[in-house]
């Protein structure tokens, strides 16, 4: 075997060596003696870039001194009167218009970027690939990210003023370390799905180091520190530590719309959304929509002693989620939250640091394999044997000042891709079939019909993001008796029966 030479001195590994010793975590350093050149330099630099104080003060705050529950929390449904609806006539069109309309004009003064949280990989759906690369079955075989990037440019076409300005939405994609490389890939092997590869900004999700029980890091292998991705609320620290929020304000960007990448019904820079919390000087907005249920296994937004939270649905009891409001027959805990928010650029600059320092890591106690540190065997646990820290996105929520929220049709914006093909629910033929009938419902907004096929039979139609964003421009479909299955790429290569 060729041995490379070692990319650290015997200095820096002794003095890294002396700070996990003294953190109680020098065991992770039992087989760095074994190690070729190669592998050592790894671990190294692993080990290296993990503050291993911060790392056992984030167990020892979460696990071994946890915050006290007061007996707890007072939660209370949000109040009629705290957010705003487009559904029902709860808001009138000429509000809706408002909100729109102010969306437009900062997505067309360039003030506007998206970022997309894409760390997750398609295990669940029987693929290896980024969540982001799945093909739900549409006529036109796009992937999520497809679908999504064609949103951004259509809405980039519609805001591009009369004068030939262009506009431009940055997109910000938030990577995990075993989808980045395929992500980028995707991204690279597609031309960008169109887009100007200038106006995308890939940066990775964090990691934190895997726990014992006892609070001991884990080794994945002898040279290798067992690690798991921060949750989705790291996307603040990682925002900041990759240069993003630095990018932003550089080109001028004032708000941010932030979503999932398994929605596939998504309204990507959504300018009503963004219109509305502008309009109301929010710091952090969400979209939330009505539950299908009361027991519908979402989290809700409500208070929780009287601040922004979002409770799981774990968390409230049966009698509590049944409530009703007592002035309709709606759910009392009825924001169902869809991890589709707003936020200010000053507030991720300015306040998110010094919030970052209060919020708490959450537990999830998981079957971890790792390295026996007496015999030096790899162990595949049958039951959880280590603890993985995260934080959630949401978890900005209680400290946030000035907070926008919106209900909204989920039928229009929220289906996500979450269970196994087959599976009959959040998986990828209901992804489907909402994406197809929303398609039939801007034909038919619009004046045209769409044949009815035989019973048992599903629609393939389908209208490109390319050619509307809402359902907007598609006037000329008027009168037409449309084919069910069809692609509809261009309005001029219309199928009418």
């Known amino acids: 075997m060729v041995r490379s030479t070692p990319t650290f001195t015997a200095e820096r590994l002794a003095a890294l060596q002396k700070s996990y010793n003294e953190a109680g975590q020098g065991h992770v350093f039992k087989f760095f003696g074994d190690l070729d050149d190669e592998e050592a330099a790894v671990l190294f630099e692993q080990l290296d870039a993990v503050q291993v104080e911060r790392c056992n003060e984030f167990f020892d705050r979460t696990v071994r001194n946890p915050a006290a529950v007061e007996g707890g929390d007072k939660i209370a449904p949000l109040e009629s009167g705290s957010f705003a609806s487009t559904l029902d006539g709860s808001s009138s ?51 999520l990210f497809e679908i999504q990037a064609e949103r951004i440019r259509r809405l980039q076409q519609i805001a591009a003023s009369s004068d030939g300005t262009a506009a431009t ?26 887009l100007n590869p200038d106006d995308v900004f890939f940066f990775n999700q964090g990691v934190l180091p895997c726990f014992d029980l006892d609070g001991k890091f884990m080794l994945e292998q002898p040279g290798k520190l067992a690690v798991a991705p921060d949750g989705n609320g790291g996307i603040y620290e990682a925002l900041r530590l990759s240069g993003a929020l630095d990018w932003l304000q550089e080109r001028g960007v004032e708000h941010v719309h932030s979503y ?14 963004i219109g509305y919390a502008a309009l109301r000087g929010a710091e952090c907005g969400a979209l939330v929509v009505p539950k299908k249920a009361w027991n519908e296994p979402v989290g809700v937004i ?34 169902g939250n869809i991890c589709n928010h707003y936020y200010s650029l000053d507030f991720l600059r300015s306040r998110v640091p010094d919030i970052e320092a209060r919020l708490e890591h959450h537990i999830a106690k998981k079957k971890i394999k790792h390295v ?59 992804s489907r079939s909402d994406l197809i009938a929303q398609c039939i419902r801007f034909a038919e907004a619009a004046g045209a019909t769409v044949e ?7 629609p393939s139609f389908e209208i490109s993001a390319l050619v509307s964003y809402a359902g907007e421009g598609l006037e000329s479909l008027s009168g037409l008796t449309l084919a069910a299955d069809q692609l509809i790429n261009s309005l001029d ?5």
């Open 169 to 194: 939405i940055p997109w910000l994609v938030m990577t995990s370390g075993p989808t980045s490389v395929a992500t980028k890939k995707k991204f690279s092997d597609s031309d960008f799905f169109g």
């Open 302 to 335: 409500c208070l929780r002693n009287e601040r922004y939270s979002v409770v799981e649905y774990s968390e409230i009891s049966e009698e509590t989620a049944k409530q009703k409001r007592a002035d309709t027959e709606q759910l009392a805990y009825n924001a």
């Open 93 to 143: 069109p000429d509000e809706i218009s408002a909100w729109n309309d102010e969306g437009m004009r900062l997505i067309r003064a360039n003030k506007v970027a998206v970022i997309l949280l894409a760390g997750g990989q398609g295990t669940r759906l029987g693929s290896s690939e980024p969540k982001g690369c799945y093909d739900i079955g549409l006529p036109s075989g796009k992937c």
């Open 452 to 458: 009815k096929l035989p019973e048992g039979r599903e």
């Open 260 to 273: 999932c990448v398994d929605n596939c019904l998504v309204r990507v820079a959504d300018p009503t959304f």
């Open 372 to 430: 026996d540190l007496d015999s030096g065997d790899v162990a595949v646990p049958t039951k959880p044997n280590g603890i993985k820290l995260e934080r959630f996105v949401f978890d900005v929520f209680p400290y946030v000042e000035r907070m926008a929220i919106l209900e909204v049709d989920r039928r229009d914006q929220f289906s996500p891709l979450k269970n196994a093909p087959g599976s009959g629910a959040d998986c990828p033929e209901t």
């Open 493 to 497: 290569d219309v199928v009418a029966v």
